[in-house]
């Protein structure tokens, strides 16, 4: 049995490569590494080369998302299982994997069309301690819960349930939201690991590939810190802070430089395993700037 274990890493497109250095950075606290390639940035988040990769394209939009098994034996059985089930992917070629930093990769689409690839051994730097991108109180919360979570377009739901079923993780709908046209939207939410979601999907059709990204701060205070950043910058925030009633983070939505989101968030629970569902949040997460597709009813 061969599953993913984690959210491991993002390539995002992006057109102004100089206003996503400065966002990362100066906002969220990454790591911006230029190894003078000209056409793309690193973002560190911990002791890993890199977590995303930002490449110079006029898209902005996700450019793919990179999800681990344990090693070679669980990427050959991965191979295994998508071919028994009749989905094609392509084995990345040496330069493909050096290129992403990882001894062995496959490239593939999920159901929404949206490039995945499965991949094993990511080069980690423990020489290299993790510098944040400006002051920070604490770390990213990574390790074994991954990047954080991303929420996707997907046109056939339960194709999308079943894709990432077969990849290994587990989940269902955990939100009925009742939206002002009368529709009850019914978003899905797995995980693969104690991160309560890795990937989420189903809350109607969106522009682009990708919604947010949401990644976690182990120190309250760096959640603080980062929302004052924003508010001083004045960039738009589409959710006010606010806490989850399934992650139960504490958590706010603003614009990034590609004009879609990314949730900062601190204090998530752990995935537990037995399915719920929620019809709203716990507080706040209140509608602020709109037209960033998460206009969406949670309190
Ligand atoms: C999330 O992370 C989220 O983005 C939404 C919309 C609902 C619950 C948890
Ligand atoms: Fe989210």
Request: net charge negative; hydrophobic share 40%; proline share 4%.
């Amino acid at each position: 049995m061969s599953v993913v274990t984690e959210l491991g890493y993002l390539g995002l497109s992006v057109s102004d490569l100089a206003a996503w250095r400065a966002y990362a950075a100066e906002v969220a606290g990454m790591e911006v590494v230029d190894e003078g390639e000209g056409d793309r940035l690193y973002l560190r988040m911990d002791l890993w080369h890199h977590r995303i990769v930002l490449h110079a394209d006029a898209s902005d939009d996700l450019a793919y998302m990179g999800w681990r098994v344990a090693g070679p034996q669980e990427f050959a059985a991965m191979q295994e299982k998508l071919s028994a089930a009749g989905i094609p992917f392509t084995v990345g070629s040496e330069t493909e994997a050096r290129e992403r930093r990882v001894l062995g990769l496959l490239k593939l689409a999920d159901p929404g069309g949206n490039p995945t690839e499965i991949f094993f051994g990511p080069q980690v730097d423990t020489h290299k301690p993790f510098h944040p991108g400006r002051p920070m109180f604490g770390k990213f919360l990574t390790g074994s819960q991954g990047i954080g979570h991303c929420i996707l377009r997907q046109d056939d739901v339960e194709a999308a349930a079943r894709f990432y079923e077969l990849l290994g993780l587990r989940g269902s709908v955990e939100y009925h939201l009742h939206l002002p046209n009368g529709m009850v939207a019914q978003p899905y939410f797995m995980h693969c690991n104690d991160r309560q979601h890795s990937v989420a999907f189903g809350l109607g059709p969106m522009e682009k590939r990708i919604n947010h990204l949401m990644f976690e701060y182990t120190d309250l205070d760096d959640l603080g810190m980062a929302h004052d950043i924003v508010r001083g910058k004045k960039i738009d925030v589409a959710l006010q802070l606010g806490k989850h009633a399934n992650d139960q983070a504490l958590t706010f939505y603003c614009a990034n430089p590609s004009g879609w989101l990314w949730e900062f968030g601190w204090g998530a629970r752990h995935s537990t395993g037995q399915q719920e569902y929620y019809t709203r949040d716990i507080f706040g997460h209140g509608n602020e700037a709109a037209g960033y597709g998460m206009d969406i009813p949670l309190l």
